[in-house]
């Protein structure tokens, strides 16, 4: 269980009755945001907030810092990384919300599949906000907007069907393999906190700490570093989930 020093027993209690542990929880949500998302379930319960409402924002929050980083300015990786957190965290307080007020519903598992869906649109900021910084690409941020907005309908266009088709014929649900990979080792679970958006979101904040103190730009070169090495974390997801269908 993920705690504070300072939790009293009874939010401890809760944290046992909201927090059950789910081997899909990586590194940043089990031992970073879920040690705070207790607190904010707490305030929006007081609040009338319902999981529902939660999820909304955790998805806007999540879309949200796309928008930011397309902006490739230092300021804007900032607020990237504070909305992005913010949404993760929004999508850990939804769940814990839920539980807590007994108020799950099929809505509720739609709205999840549409945060998940959200994070697509964040991946494409990538290659757009390399390209504004090497000056390949012109956007202010009127344009970017737009663009933005549009590759998200574009991409909510397909997936929002999916994600109500999902909702309303589940099936049993079916072991992921690289998220059994994942979990055999602590190893693992870094590489994939640190091949995943928390983890890019993190090292993108370490990487302006340590331009802020020094000559180095070295933004640029990461970005395109972690899209290599997407494109080939795909392919061998692709070769590993495939392989399971000839057992």
């Not at 939010?11 to 899909?24: A, C």
């Not at 992005?84 to 929004?90: A, M």
């Not at 814990?96 to 991946?123: H, N, Q, W």
């Amino acid at each position: 269980m993920s705690t504070f020093f300072f939790d009293s027993k009874r939010i401890i209690e809760l944290r046992r009755e909201v927090q059950p542990y789910s081997p899909k929880e990586d590194l940043w949500s089990w031992y970073v945001l879920r040690r705070l998302s207790i607190y904010v379930t707490l305030l929006f319960q007081k609040m009338r907030f319902t999981p529902n409402a939660v999820s909304w924002l955790s998805v806007l929050f999540v879309l949200l810092s796309g928008l930011c980083m397309i902006m490739a300015t230092p300021f804007g990786f900032v607020l990237a990384f504070i909305s992005y957190n913010l949404g993760y965290l929004f999508d850990c307080v939804d769940g814990e919300l839920a539980r807590m007020t007994k108020r799950t519903s099929k809505l509720g598992y739609f709205i999840d599949m549409l945060i998940r869906a959200a994070t697509l649109p964040v991946f494409l900021s990538f290659p757009l906000a390399y390209l504004v910084m090497i000056e390949a690409l012109e956007l202010t941020f009127l344009t970017g907007s737009i663009l933005y907005i549009v590759i998200t309908c574009i991409i909510m266009s397909l997936l929002v069907p999916l994600a109500y088709d999902l909702t309303h014929n589940a099936v049993a649900e079916q072991k992921d393999p690289v998220q059994q990979i994942r979990n055999k080792s602590i190893i693992f679970e870094f590489a994939g906190f640190i091949l995943g958006l928390p983890g890019f979101f993190f090292t993108i904040l370490l990487i302006l700490l340590l331009e802020l103190f020094t000559e180095l730009y070295l933004i640029p070169m990461y970005i395109m570093l972690f899209l290599l090495v997407l494109i080939i974390k795909v392919i061998l997801r692709l070769v590993v989930t495939v392989k399971t269908f000839y057992k």
